[in-house]
């Protein structure tokens, strides 16, 4: 099953983004990697904001790192055409919008790595960084990604 059929199949349909935002792009190819600008929790209609340890859950950062991610998986389909171009997610930063005292950033990362493993498999297997800041506009979480592309 194709990628992009997993991701369907999960009752996600990845629309790639435009890729000009102004002073910045959603994201550059190198070579034969793609990286991705950070992306927040907001899919559709829907967004998380807040802090987590505060107005936030991990259950609700967990679902919004899912959230980023898809945002980061449309950037790449913007570069490359198809998400079944990706030959291996490389690279996560995940960033999680904390209230002081929390701790427990991988749990809500760990909602863009399931989502990475549930529609690429081994290939979804990354090297990751989980860290704890304030973010921008209040978002809940903001997602990098490097990942490598035939």
Known sequence: ?????RLSALGY???PVALDAGR??????SGNLVFTSGQVSRWGDDEIRGQLGAELTVEQGY???RMSALNCLRAVKAITGSL???RRIVK?????????GFVDTPGVIHGCSDLLIEVFGDAGRHARSAVGMTLPLNYAVEIEMIVEVA
């Open 84 to 86: 079944d171009a990706v």
């Open 1 to 5: 099953m194709s990628y992009e059929a």
């Open 24 to 29: 910045l792009v959603h994201a550059v190819r």
């Open 63 to 65: 679902a919004a790192a």
């Open 13 to 15: 349909v990845i629309e």
């Open 92 to 100: 996560v930063l995940g960033m999680v919008n904390v209230a002081p």
